[in-house]
């Protein structure tokens, strides 16, 4: 078998998305995630001047070679764009491999390890009231695990509250929207949110929470501490992770979970964590992360020391990045649990899918490949539309991370 062309769908169903679709000799096709959210037409580039022109006429089957080849080969390794070039193409060859042999991806991974993937979802709120009242909704909708997001008194937005309860979505404006934050005020709030849904919900649900890389270590731990008696399944990127040693000071202090990763796209951004034992969670994904070749990599690593996966999912990762997700972890044995936001309909129909969701956890299907496709005539409909993820500063109009 051979590669004989490779082509690059952007669409925008009421949110970017690239998708790349590698075409064989023998009509069999892959599909491949790599959306990188606010900055979609650098991977495009990259896919399209860079990779497709090296794939063509070589065996779809050697996916390991195709990867170093990728990796290795470029010479400038690592980082988010090129890391979601290589994984959108390695994506596409495992679909290739999986329809090719006539079997769902996770039994070529390694077969089922579990019936069912465990997921959460999000519930957020302008204030505890709202938040508190979303949670009851996602329990009633079945979930078994939610992160729970609020506004800040004295903050006029947040990260994770959205004005669409079920469809978050923060790359909102065609040029970067300014945030304030304060995290004085966030501190002070949050215990107050986590102590409200124990007593309302008890500990019978997970509840997560996202501190979106705004701490420093220390502030880190007093959250962590604080946060302590309402058991959290996990605090998620409490600190910027470029340092990873950050890490040694919030574990001493806390025995809150803690949870990272969504932005890390190379092992190696992970192993000091992992080696160390300074997380409990390691949240890649398929898309950010290289693709399933580095990202079953990561998680062998992760299993050595006892740290689970929790792979990201938020809307910016198309329904195809959600697809492959669930077959790894299906497969994989260190599983924690899987982030589901829900994508629009729109997004639905113009990628259609045979996972599904019930009783808390998603499903699999049975179709040989990774079970989802693109409708590209439905695609063609919703051009490219630019839009930015939001920039955030102190009260004092420092610049800070979003
Ligand atoms: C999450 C994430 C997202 C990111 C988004 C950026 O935990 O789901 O933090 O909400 O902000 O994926 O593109
Ligand atoms: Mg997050």
Same mark, same amino acid.
């Given at each position: 078998m051979q590669i004989i062309s490779g082509k690059v769908i952007v669409t925008c169903p009421g949110r970017n998305f690239v998708t790349l679709k590698l075409e064989t000799? $023998? /009509?069999?096709? /892959?599909?491949?995630?790599?959306? =990188?959210?606010?900055? $979609?037409?650098?991977?495009?580039?990259?896919?399209? $001047?860079?990779?497709?022109?090296? =794939?063509?006429?070589?065996?779809?089957?050697?996916? $390991?070679?195709?990867?170093?080849?990728?990796?290795?080969?470029?010479? +400038?390794?690592?980082?988010?764009?090129?890391?979601?070039?290589?994984?959108?193409?390695?994506?596409?060859? +495992?679909?290739?491999?999986?329809?090719?042999?006539?079997?769902? =991806?996770?039994?070529? =991974?390694?077969?089922?390890s579990r019936q069912a993937v465990l997921v959460y979802g999000h519930a957020n709120g302008r204030d505890i009231d709202e938040t508190a009242e979303q949670v009851g909704k996602y329990i009633d909708m079945g979930y078994r695990a939610i992160r729970a997001q609020c506004g800040v008194p004295g903050l006029a937005s947040t990260y994770g509250v959205a004005a669409d309860k079920l469809f978050y979505e923060p790359a909102d404006a065609d040029l970067p929207t300014e945030n304030t934050w304060s995290t004085e005020k966030y501190l002070l709030h949050v215990p107050q949110l986590f102590e409200r849904l124990r007593n309302e919900f008890g500990f019978g649900p997970h509840l997560l929470h996202d501190a979106h890389h705004r701490l420093t270590p220390i502030e880190a731990a007093r959250l962590g501490r604080d946060l302590e008696p309402y058991r959290l399944f996990w605090l998620e990127d409490s600190v910027a992770c470029e340092n990873q040693q950050s890490f040694r000071l919030i574990r001493q202090h806390t025995t809150t979970p803690l949870a990272v990763g969504e932005v890390f796209n190379s092992i190696y951004d992970c192993q000091q964590l992992i080696a160390e034992q300074l997380i409990d969670y390691i949240r890649t994904s398929v898309v950010h992360a290289g693709g399933i070749t580095q990202l079953r990599r990561i998680a062998s690593l992760a299993e050595l020391y006892h740290v689970r996966t929790g792979c990201h999912g938020a809307t910016d990762l198309s329904p195809v990045c959600m697809g492959v997700a669930l077959h790894f972890d299906t497969w994989v044995p260190n599983f924690g649990i899987q982030e589901y936001m829900r994508h629009s309909e729109a997004t639905d129909e113009v990628f259609p899918h045979d996972y599904h969701f019930a009783d808390g956890y998603l499903h699999t299907g049975e179709t040989p490949g990774h079970g989802v496709d693109i409708d590209e005539a439905l695609a063609a409909k919703y051009p490219y539309q630019r839009a930015f993820l939001p920039v955030n500063r102190l009260e004092d109009g420092t610049m800070f991370n979003w």
């Open positions: 000799d $023998e /009509g069999i096709y /892959g599909i491949g995630d790599a959306t =990188l959210n606010g900055r $979609e037409q650098a991977v495009v580039a990259y896919l399209q $001047e860079h990779v497709i022109p090296c =794939l063509t006429g070589r065996d779809p089957h050697q996916v $390991e070679d195709t990867w170093q080849y990728l990796y290795r080969g470029a010479y +400038w390794r690592r980082g988010p764009v090129t890391m979601c070039a290589i994984a959108a193409v390695d994506t596409a060859l +495992w679909d290739i491999k999986a329809k090719a042999a006539g079997l769902p =991806l996770y039994q070529l =991974l390694g077969g089922r």
